[in-house]
């Protein structure tokens, strides 16, 4: 089992940048796909970023460039650095850990209790 802590969210405005940091629990991180999703309100969970266990990534169209997903097996971590953020970008943000990396969230077994971002226009 795994257990998921991220942090570093929060208010910004447009343009700016933010780090997501996923700290996880237990010896088997690496060999876990992780994701990251985010749900603003009355809106569904959408896929953000994945990144595999040999560290290949995958993005949303939204975000691809402005944001890079990274990993440390070492320090069982995960990253996403946002860059350029919009205020679509605005919802509360999850780390997932999985065994591909997909974009759909039903094929994540663990999450985080998420991270609030706001970006102000």
């Known amino acids: 089992q795994v257990q998921l802590v991220e942090s570093g969210g929060g208010l910004v405005q447009a343009g700016g940048s933010l780090r997501l940091s996923c700290a996880a629990s237990?010896?088997?991180?690496?060999?876990?796909?992780m994701g990251w999703f985010r749900q603003a309100p009355g809106k569904e969970r959408e896929f953000v970023a994945a990144?595999?266990?040999?560290?290949?990534?995958r993005y949303a169209d939204s975000v691809k460039v402005r944001f890079t997903i990274s990993r440390d097996n070492a320090k069982n971590t995960v990253l996403l650095q946002m860059n350029s953020l919009k205020p679509e970008d605005t919802a509360v943000y999850y780390c997932?850990?999985?065994?591909?990396?997909?974009?759909?969230?039903?094929?994540?077994?663990?999450w985080g209790q998420g991270t609030q971002v706001t970006v102000s226009s």
């Open positions: 237990g010896r088997t991180f690496s060999t876990y796909a």
């Open positions: 997932a850990a999985g065994r591909a990396t997909l974009a759909l969230p039903t094929t994540y077994a663990y």
């Open positions: 990144i595999s266990r040999s560290s290949s990534t």
